[in-house]
């Protein structure tokens, strides 16, 4: 049986089809995790900020004009989202400064973890800034261009380039670390 | 260490967008330069990874709290009548725009009509038809300003004539009235003339008569 394309289920919800939502978040709930857990680095807060983005993205429908795919449009309500998570929490803390050292020691959720190289993936990326770790986890798990993702964070595509080959180095340096 | 070059070639080649020069450049990079290398090798190392990212289960969550009413929750401006009112009028505006709407006020009364407006020639025409109103209404000014400038001037003549008539009679009048004083006093001397020619003539005779009294009878005279 084919499956309903995205926009087809995002009509029906507009219109009032619970079921066509359902179907949508279980499409797309697995994905939006991850992204959570990623930005996050904590299972907790990733549960709070799909529900928080969902009910965001459900709200927004009306505002959906079909223009670019669902997809892009449901990643750039998380990233605002995870935004306003980030100065909810950390207002101090500016959204391109990297966090400060962090333990060695495996966390919780990294524990959980039973892969390895998932493990290092996860804590590389907790010694990115917010900013820098938006853009490697929508080029390399969600794999969208560069002009997509410029689209979707507000920014210059140039912007993004450099954002993402500054990561790069940083990455490089704690995975030789991890590899050692 | 932050190189241009590099970061376009990376970028462009995590898109897929390398022409044949930029690959074959990036190929020789890949060979000649470490620092490249390792970035290249980092990035398909990440790749690999995010491919084989272990992916955590979600947990139960309140999928149903995500879902609410719509259309009694969203705000006024997002009804749907909104756009379809939108929409006739828009609709409307430009049937009244392609049909030559238009609304008159006259004196208190408003006319609605669909006409599309005067033509050029009609236009003309009005124009002609005011200039030949204009041009009848000048020219019966004109004449009755000449009418009126002829009666005055005749008017004028008349009452010059009077004048005229009036003074020279005057002048006549005092000249016969000074010719008739000339010959009363004319006359006047020519009496007080013969009176003393009279007298002289009188006293000659009574001289002439005291003489003839002087040699005889004296002259028998009555004197009444």
């Known amino acids: ?19 066509a939502w359902f179907t949508l978040i279980q499409r797309y709930e697995q994905p939006i995790y991850q992204y959570g857990i990623r930005m996050t680095g904590n299972t907790h807060d990733a549960a709070d900020l799909m529900q928080d983005i969902f009910v965001s993205v459900f709200k927004s429908l009306s ?23 980030y100065r909810r929490k950390r207002p101090q803390q500016s959204l391109d400064e990297c966090p400060e050292q962090i333990s060695e020691e495996d966390t919780p959720e990294i524990g959980m973890l039973s892969d390895e190289s998932s493990k290092q993936v996860l804590k590389a990326m907790q010694k990115l800034s917010v900013a820098q770790k938006a853009v490697v986890e929508l080029k390399f798990f969600h794999h969208f261009t560069f002009d997509e993702i410029a689209q979707q964070l507000g920014l210059s595509s140039n912007t993004v380039k450099s954002r993402l080959y500054s990561a790069l180095n940083k990455l490089k340096l704690d995975l030789e670390v991890e590899n050692a | 260490m932050h190189n241009p070059e590099y970061e376009s070639l990376i970028t462009k080649w995590l898109d897929g967008e390398l022409s044949v020069e930029e690959r074959q450049r990036f190929e ?4 000649e330069d470490d620092e490249f290398a390792a970035q290249v090798e980092t990035a398909n190392q990440f790749t690999l990874a995010a491919e084989q990212f272990e992916q955590a289960p979600v947990p139960a969550w309140n ?61 003309n025409q009005m124009v002609a038809s005011r200039l030949d109103e204009y041009k009848e209404s000048n020219q019966l000014l004109l004449t009755q300003y000449m009418d009126a400038m002829a ?25 016969f009235a000074e010719l008739v004083k000339f010959i009363n006093q004319q006359r006047s001397d020519d009496q007080h003339f013969y009176a003393r020619q009279i007298n002289n003539l009188e006293q000659e005779i009574d001289a002439i008569g005291s003489t003839y009294s002087g040699l005889g009878r004296p002259l028998e005279t009555t004197h009444e």
């Open chain 2, 151 to 175: 009666k005055q001037q005749q008017e004028n003549g008349a009452q010059l004539t009077q004048y005229l008539l009036s003074s020279s009679r005057q002048e006549r009048r005092e000249d």
């Open chain 2, 63 to 123: 999928k149903e709290a995500t879902y609410f009413d719509l259309q009694s929750n969203a705000p006024w401006w997002q009804f749907q009548w909104l756009p379809v009112a939108s929409m006739a009028m828009s609709a409307a505006a430009m049937v009244m725009v392609l049909s030559g709407f238009h609304v008159q006020v006259n004196d208190g009364q408003m006319t609605l009509g669909f006409n599309r407006g005067i033509s050029e020639k009609d236009i």
């Open chain 1, 1 to 19: 049986m084919f499956e309903k394309r995205d926009e087809q289920l995002v009509a029906k919800a507009r219109n009032g089809d619970k079921k």
């Open chain 1, 63 to 85: 505002n959906y004009r079909g223009e670019g795919a669902f997809r892009g449009w449901l990643f750039k309500i998380a990233h605002y989202r995870c935004m306003e998570f």
């Open chain 2, 28 to 31: 020789q990079l890949c060979l």
